[in-house]
C-alpha cells in the first residue's frame, strides 16, 4: 500500500513535470515573456555549435563544461525540449535517491513521504528543470555519492565526485567532510560500513553521541588522515577531474578553462543580486579592489566552511546541507537556482530535526520566504520602474543574509546530530543486517 | 530485506525507464508538430538574393569602435558608390524616407526604442522598371550605456517581426558602462515589392527595438542621462535585369529632417559615491556578525568534545 503511494508520487510528478515542460513549450511560441529559462537558450546554442564541430565558447555567456552542452546536441536534431526532458529526469531522479537514503537508514514511511513530497512538488525545484536549468544533475549526482558512501563503495563515489566538481565547481566545498568522513572507524577493508538507523527517540534535544565523537573525535581524524580510503578517494576524485579538464582544455584551450572554470573562481559581478556584496562591488568596481579587501570578503566564506566541517563531518548529510546554505548565503553572487543546491539536501535532514512545523518551521519558511520576497520588491522598482533604490536594495540583502543566519541557527540548534554510521558490535564484526 | 530493496530498485529503474520513453514519445510529438528548427545564433543573414549585407559590418572592418563623427562620414561618403543611380526615363523620381517619431517606450532597465519611418516615392509618371524588391535599413547608434540584446533580436528576427537584423560592436550583455563600448544595431524592415511601379506611393512603419541599460558610473545625483540619437534610414533595392545585377540605395537628400526631432533622454538610475564608504563598512560588520552567529551556535551545538567542555566549564 505505501509503496503504491510512493509509485503514484513518482507517477504524478513526471505527469506533471511533462505537462510543464508541454505548457512551456506553448508559453515560448505564443507570449512574449518566455517560461524558458535564458541559460537554456546559451547551452542550447552552444550544443548547436559543437554539434557543427565548433566550440561552444563561441556563444558569448556559455560558461560550462563542455559535457553539458554534448549533453544537449539532440536538441539540434532531435527535439529542442530534450535538454528540458533530462532535467525533469534527474529531477525525479533526485526524488528516487532521496527516497532510498531515507529508506537505507529506516526512517518510517510517512517521514519518508512527506522528505520527498518536499522536493517532488516544491515549486522551486519542479520549475527549475522544465524551465531547463542544468542544477538537478548536479543534485542527482551528487545524491548518488552519497548513496555510494553509505554502502561504502568509494571508488565509484571518487569518480561521480571528480565528476561533479568538474560539471559545476561548487561541490568542491563537500571535499573535506567526505575526507573527514571517511573514518577509519567506519570504514575498514573488506568491510561494509554500518549505518545508524533512525529512531522513535529523535524528540530530545541535540544529542551528542558520545560513543562515536569520544573515539573517533576530530584530532584522531586529523593524526590518522591518511588511510586508504582517504588517499583513494583524493587519487581517483582528482585524477577523473584532471582528465576531463586536461581532456576539455586540449580540445577547446583556454577559452574553456577561463569560460568554465577561472570566471566562476574569480566572479565578481556588480549587478544586483541576493548577495550582500553586490552594492559594496558596484560603488568599487571602477577601481581594483586591495588584497586586503578581497581576503576580507572571502574569510566570512571560509571560516564558516571550516567550522561547520569541523563540527559536523560525521552527520554528512547535515554538514552537506548547512555548508551549501551557508556557501550560498555568504557567496559574492547569489541567484534564485543557487537555492537547489541545498533544497535537494533539506528533505535528508528534516526526519532528524525536532523544530515543530507549528511554530518554529513555519516561522523559519516565513523569514526566509518574506526577506525574498522583500529583496524582489526592491529589485523590481529598480529594474523594472526605473527608481534608484540601491541602497534599499542593499538593506534587502543584509536582511536575506540575516534570515539566512537565522534558518542556519535554529537548523542547527533543533538538529538532533546523527552520524551515517555506527561501529561495528565488538571483535565479531556483524555485517549491516540491511 | 535485501532482495525487497534489490526489487524495489529494480521497479524504479523500469519506471524511470518507461517515464524516458514516454518522455521520447513526446519530444517527438513535439518534433512532428512544431514549426522550423531554431538554426545557429548570431547576426541574421538576408534570405533574398539581391539583398545587400549589412552596411554597418563594412564600417567595423575598417574601423575597431564606433566614433559618430567617422560613421557620419561613413554614410556621407563610402556609401556614395553604392547610391541608386537615376532611372534615365524617370528624372523625376524623389525617393524620401524621414523619422517621423522617435521615443522611448517602458521604464526601468528594459525599454522599447520606437521609430516610426516614412518613405515616399513621388513620380510624375509611372517609371518603367523590372521586378524589384525594397526593404527599408535603419541603422540605430546607441550611446555607451545601452545595449541590444542579439540573441533576442534573433528570436524577433524568428518571429517575423524583422527581415533581419544584426548587432555590431560591443555586444557584451554583462559589462558596466564603463567598462564597455558602444555598438550599433542594423534593422531590416520589408518594404514590399514593386513600389516604384505605382505613382505617390508611401509607406509608414514602425519598429520597436528591445534596449537594456547597463550599470552606470556612479554619479551623486543617482541618475545617469542616456541620449539616443534618431536612427539613420536608407532605402536599399534588389531589380532583376542585367542592367540592375546588385542592389542599390536611396538615402535622406539632407540632415534637417533628422535634427527636427531630436535624441530621446533614458534616465537610468547609478550608485552613488556618497554611498561607499558605509556601504563597504556595513557589508563587512554584517558578514563578521553572521560569521560569529554560526561558529558559535555551531560549536556549541555540534557533537564535538571540545563543546561538551567548553559547556562543563
Request: aromatic residues 14%; contains cysteine.
Amino acid at each position: 500500500m505505501t509503496s503504491l503511494k510512493t509509485h503514484s508520487i513518482f507517477l504524478i510528478s513526471a505527469i506533471f513535470r511533462v505537462g510543464l515542460i508541454l505548457y512551456g513549450e506553448w508559453q515560448d511560441a505564443h507570449m512574449e515573456v518566455r517560461y524558458t529559462d535564458v541559460d537554456y537558450l546559451v547551452f542550447s546554442d552552444a550544443a548547436s555549435l559543437m554539434a557543427s564541430g565548433h566550440s561552444p565558447y563561441k556563444r558569448t555567456t556559455y560558461r560550462y563544461s563542455p559535457l553539458l552542452a554534448f549533453l544537449l546536441i539532440p536538441n539540434s536534431f532531435l527535439s529542442r525540449s530534450w535538454g528540458k526532458f533530462l532535467f525533469s529526469a534527474s529531477d525525479l531522479f533526485v526524488g528516487l535517491f532521496i527516497h532510498i537514503i531515507l529508506k537505507q537508514r529506516k526512517v518510517p514511511e510517512d517521514l519518508c513521504t512527506y522528505s520527498l513530497l518536499i522536493w517532488l512538488f516544491n515549486p522551486f525545484t519542479f520549475t527549475i528543470g522544465t524551465r531547463g536549468n542544468c542544477e538537478p544533475i548536479v543534485c542527482a549526482i551528487l545524491l548518488w555519492i552519497v548513496i555510494c558512501l553509505m554502502n561504502g563503495n568509494v571508488l565509484q563515489a571518487a569518480c561521480w565526485y571528480g565528476l561533479i566538481v568538474h560539471f559545476r565547481i561548487y561541490p568542491i566545498i563537500y571535499a573535506l567532510p567526505i575526507i573527514l568522513f571517511l573514518d577509519p572507524c567506519f570504514f575498514q577493508s573488506g568491510v561494509k560500513p554500518l549505518l545508524c538507523d533512525w529512531t522513535s527517540d529523535q524528540g530530545k534535544t541535540p544529542q551528542i553521541n558520545s560513543e562515536v565523537t569520544d573515539q573517533c573525535d576530530v584530532w584522531i581524524a586529523f593524526k590518522s588522515i591518511f588511510t586508504r580510503s582517504r588517499i583513494l578517494f583524493g587519487l581517483v576524485s582528482g585524477s577523473v577531474f584532471l582528465f576531463f579538464t586536461g581532456f576539455f582544455f586540449y580540445l577547446y584551450g583556454w577559452e574553456f578553462l577561463h569560460e568554465a572554470l577561472l570566471y566562476h573562481l574569480t566572479r565578481t559581478d556588480p549587478r544586483h543580486n541576493f548577495s550582500i556584496y553586490f552594492y559594496h562591488i558596484y560603488l568599487n568596481y571602477e577601481r581594483e579592489l586591495s588584497i586586503l579587501e578581497k581576503l576580507i570578503s572571502f574569510l566570512p566564506q571560509v571560516i564558516v566552511q571550516l567550522v561547520l566541517v569541523f563540527c559536523f563531518a560525521k552527520d554528512l548529510l547535515f554538514c552537506f546541507f548547512v555548508q551549501t546554505v551557508a556557501f550560498v548565503a555568504f557567496n559574492k553572487v547569489i541567484t534564485a537556482q543557487y537555492f537547489v543546491w541545498f533544497f535537494c539536501l533539506l528533505p535528508l535532514i528534516l526526519p532528524w530535526t525536532n523544530m515543530k512545523l507549528k511554530w518554529q518551521g513555519l516561522c523559519c519558511i516565513l523569514l526566509w520566504i518574506g526577506a525574498q520576497t522583500h529583496w524582489l520588491m526592491w529589485g523590481y522598482l529598480l529594474e523594472f520602474k526605473g527608481k534608484n533604490v540601491f541602497l534599499q536594495l542593499w538593506v534587502a540583502s543584509l536582511f536575506f543574509l540575516a534570515a539566512n543566519t537565522f534558518v542556519l541557527i535554529m537548523l542547527i540548534r533543533h538538529h538532533n546530530y546523527s552520524p551515517v554510521f555506527r561501529r561495528h558490535a565488538g571483535s565479531k564484526t556483524t555485517l549491516k543486517s540491511e | 530485506m535485501a532482495i525487497r530493496q534489490c526489487n524495489q530498485l529494480c521497479f524504479y529503474q523500469k519506471l524511470a525507464i518507461l517515464w524516458m520513453f514516454f518522455s521520447g514519445a513526446v519530444s517527438c510529438m513535439l518534433v512532428v508538430s512544431s514549426s522550423s528548427e531554431v538554426e545557429m545564433r548570431g547576426p541574421s543573414h538576408s534570405q533574398h538574393s539581391g539583398a545587400r549585407k549589412y552596411i554597418v559590418k563594412s564600417y567595423f572592418e575598417k574601423y575597431e569602435n564606433l566614433c559618430d563623427s567617422s560613421f557620419e562620414d561613413f554614410m556621407a561618403h563610402e556609401l556614395s558608390s553604392s547610391l541608386c543611380q537615376v532611372f534615365p526615363d524617370n528624372r523625376n523620381l524623389d525617393v524620401r524616407l524621414s523619422v517621423l517619431e522617435h521615443s522611448l517606450v517602458g521604464e526601468g532597465s528594459h525599454c522599447h526604442l520606437s521609430s516610426s519611418i516614412k518613405l515616399q516615392i513621388e513620380a510624375d509618371s509611372i517609371p518603367k522598371l523590372p521586378a524589384h524588391f525594397c526593404e527599408v535599413i535603419i541603422i540605430q547608434r546607441l550611446p555607451l550605456g545601452v545595449f541590444a540584446d542579439p540573441f533576442e533580436l534573433q528570436h524577433l528576427h524568428e518571429r517575423k517581426v524583422f527581415t533581419n537584423v544584426a548587432v555590431f560592436g560591443d555586444t557584451n550583455l554583462e559589462l558596466p558602462s564603463f567598462r564597455s563600448n558602444r555598438s550599433v544595431v542594423e534593422v531590416h524592415m520589408d518594404a514590399g515589392s514593386n513600389i516604384f511601379s505605382e505613382q505617390n506611393n508611401g509607406l509608414e512603419m514602425n519598429i520597436e527595438l528591445p534596449l537594456h541599460a547597463r550599470y552606470q558610473p556612479l554619479d551623486e545625483s543617482g541618475y545617469s542621462i542616456v541620449e539616443i540619437g534618431e536612427p539613420d534610414v536608407l532605402l536599399s533595392c534588389s531589380m532583376e535585369g542585367k542592367q540592375y545585377n546588385q542592389s542599390c540605395l536611396f538615402m535622406s537628400p539632407n540632415d534637417s529632417a533628422k535634427s527636427r526631432i531630436g535624441a530621446v533622454a533614458w534616465r537610468i538610475p547609478s550608485g552613488m559615491k556618497a554611498h561607499t564608504g558605509f556601504v563597504s563598512v556595513v557589508t563587512f560588520v554584517t558578514a563578521f556578525l553572521s560569521t560569529l552567529s554560526i561558529v558559535v551556535t555551531s560549536i556549541f551545538c555540534s557533537g564535538i568534545k571540545v563543546s561538551k567542555n567548553m559547556k562543563q566549564s
